[in-house]
């Protein structure tokens, strides 16, 4: 298969895990006899710094030509301190989205018996813990009009919902969960917000098309709490834009770091992958990122044009990688020297000796990352 991946590496540690997910993807390419080629493109703080816009427009022509986006990430802290900076990185990746049309955000959640102790929840709380979040992408309160008055101290953002947007995600979220325990779990505020009373009533009609599948109704607080409480209850969560943005960074304390969450942006047209984690930019440049959510990314990307074979084997590597220790410092207790190359080092190994079992420790620690 020939495939043209536009690469957004972005801001602080996005360069390095992407780096990470690329070289994956090319060891794929090589094993499977595929052609990929990658076009890189600047988004975020990057893009503020050489074009003054968090979006060129030579970065959307990229993209839209593209038939896969693979996304690092985008901030800066200088952004962060000041809440009057007109434009702002994020702005690159909210219009990314919007530019593409991704409409829906997929993210799994797995706890990996390999790291169940790296949680801070009880082991018997989250063992065997597997959700999938859908998440509405482009509308709500993100997209919203918003305002703010000329003395500055009067503010708003207004959270708008089409009958469409909440129908097409939700008819994807349906069809998730016929393929996997068959439960699916509304989460909105109906009780206050009424962009979400539409959400409820577009699935509770949408709902009997789908009999098999048992459907649970959540306000987002109760939501939160059962998350931690009780995830294995969830199968596929379905939710609005900020409420999905929010559950699935919580989510993050289930499997034990952020740097494992990936996710896939799809819409009608294009799709883009990329990890849930911001740009974490105090660590940019010192090997300390966790690569795992990015190459996680880039298996899902591979899942989206069905090279399921090669999809399997990226998350063989990835699981060798944990159950081995070769991860980096937010899960690692055991090496003090795993850096983010070598985690990428390790699985690109695995894919050219995928029946290799035994880690020549020496040549990792040399930074070789050979399987022997």
């Known amino acids: 298969m020939k495939l043209n991946i536009a690469v957004l590496p972005g801001d602080g540690i996005g360069p390095e895990v992407t780096a990470q997910a690329v070289k994956v993807l090319k060891a794929i390419a090589m094993e499977f006899n595929h052609v990929f080629t990658f076009n890189y493109a600047l988004v975020g703080a990057s893009a503020i710094d050489k074009h003054g816009t968090a979006l060129p427009q030579e970065t959307i022509d990229i993209c839209t030509k593209a038939d896969a986006v693979l996304f690092g990430a985008i901030g800066k802290t200088a952004f962060d301190l000041d809440p009057d900076a007109k434009i702002r990185p994020e702005q690159g990746l909210l219009g990314i989205r919007k530019a593409l049309g991704l409409h829906t955000n997929i993210r799994p959640i797995i706890a990996y018996d390999d790291l169940l102790s790296k949680s801070s929840l009880k082991v018997r709380q989250i063992k065997d813990t597997n959700i999938l979040i859908y998440r509405e992408l482009t509308g709500g309160i993100y997209f919203g009009d918003r305002s703010l008055s000329e003395d500055g101290n009067t503010a708003s953002d207004v959270c708008t919902y089409h009958r469409f947007e909440i129908e097409r ?105 990329e990890p849930i984690h911001g740009a974490y930019t105090k660590a940019a440049n010192k090997g300390i990122a966790n690569p795992i959510a990015s190459i996680l990314s880039a298996a899902m990307l591979l899942d989206h044009f069905g090279l399921d074979e090669e999809a399997a084997l990226v998350r063989e590597g990835v699981d060798k990688s944990l159950k081995l220790h070769i991860t980096t410092p937010d899960l690692n207790n055991k090496y003090d020297n795993i850096s983010t190359t070598k985690v990428g080092d390790f699985i690109e190994d695995f894919i050219n000796n995928p029946d290799e079992t035994n880690l020549n420790f020496t040549n990792i620690h040399l930074g070789q990352s050979t399987i022997i």
């Not at 699916?184 to 206050?192: E, G, H, R, T």
């Not at 306000?219 to 379905?238: C, G, H, T």
């Open 169 to 273: 995600i939700a008819h994807q979220a349906f069809k998730a969960a016929q393929s996997r325990k068959r439960k699916l779990a509304l989460v909105d505020k109906a009780n206050v917000l009424e962009s979400s009373r539409l959400w409820r009533r577009v699935v509770l009609e949408i709902a009997p098309q789908y009999p098999d599948v048992k459907v649970n109704y959540l306000y987002i607080d109760n939501a939160a709490m059962e998350l931690i409480i009780r995830p294995r209850q969830f199968d596929v969560i379905l939710t609005e834009n900020m409420f999905g943005d929010i559950l699935s960074e919580e989510a993050s304390v289930i499997v034990g770091s952020i740097g494992l969450l990936a996710s896939a942006s799809l819409g009608d047209e294009h799709a883009m992958f």
